[in-house]
T-cell receptor, first 115, second 113 residues
Framework: DTGVSQNPRHKITKRGQNVTFRCDPI?????LYWYRQTLGQGPEFLTY????????KSRLLSDRFSAERPKGSFSTLEIQRTEQGDSAMYLC?????????????FGEGSRLTVL | AQSVTQLDSQVPVFEEAPVELRCNYS??????LFWYVQYPNQGLQLLLK??????LVKGINGFEAEFNKSQTSFHLRKPSVHISDTAEYFC???????????FGQGTRLTINP
């Protein structure tokens, strides 16, 4: 299976610790998106990359959040000094920019619990 | 700015009954519309999409949706549901200017035997 892969699937951490999530997109996809989903809500856009360039960041992405896609392939999302409000499912998705129809292919998500 | 409103947060139905999940969107430009399904502890899976052409779109698992431009709606329907359709359903809108999907808050579909 060559779908979008995310790890870890689950992360439990104490408040104040740093966490990092990794996303491996579908290999030929040049766009990569991060979304956050809290309980009972729809996914909220955080940021997206086209190749290695980060083209947009949501206001939801505070200074404690940083995302990278150094070689235009996999991406990491780091959260520093975690807070309980960061508890959520972090979803990664990828797409082909050339198609530009908006269809995103999602990974299984990384669930973060901050104690 | 675009927005998506899913009018029902929860929809309970009996097995083999028909169902309609409602979605309205706001956008000042042409849009592409999507329905995604999310099973417990999983990511989102595409059910169907409207890009252009026929306003009635058929998707996987027997679902279909109708694009209504005048009412800015994209309601999802299935004539006969199964227990396995129990999931969260998300409507989403995309336009080329924003370059991202904007999701509604979701509708939880519960199928009772």
């Amino acid at each position: 299976d060559t779908g979008v892969s995310q790890n870890p699937r689950h992360k439990i951490t104490k408040r104040g610790q740093n966490v990092t999530f990794r996303c491996d997109p579908i290999s030929e996809h040049n766009r990569l998106y991060w979304y956050r989903q809290t309980l009972g809500q729809g996914p909220e856009f955080l940021t997206y990359f086209q190749n290695e360039a980060q083209l947009e960041k949501s206001r939801l992405l505070s200074d404690r959040f940083s995302a990278e896609r150094p070689k235009g392939s996999f991406s990491t999302l780091e959260i520093q000094r975690t807070e309980q409000g960061d508890s959520a499912m972090y979803l990664c998705a990828s797409s082909l920019q050339g198609g530009n129809t908006g269809e995103l292919f999602f990974g299984e998500g990384s669930r973060l619990t901050v104690l | 700015a675009q927005s998506v409103t899913q009018l029902d947060s929860q929809v309970p139905v009996f097995e083999e009954a028909p169902v309609e999940l409602r979605c309205n969107y706001s956008s000042s430009v042409s849009v592409y519309l999507f329905w995604y399904v999310q099973y417990p502890n999983q990511g989102l899976q595409l059910l169907l999409k409207y890009l252009s052409g026929s306003t009635l779109v058929k998707g996987i698992n027997g679902f279909e949706a109708e694009f209504n431009k005048s009412q800015t709606s994209f309601h999802l329907r299935k004539p006969s549901v199964h227990i396995s359709d129990t999931a969260e359903y998300f409507c989403a809108v995309y336009n080329q200017g924003a370059q991202k999907l904007v999701f509604g808050q979701g509708t939880r579909l519960t199928i009772n035997p």
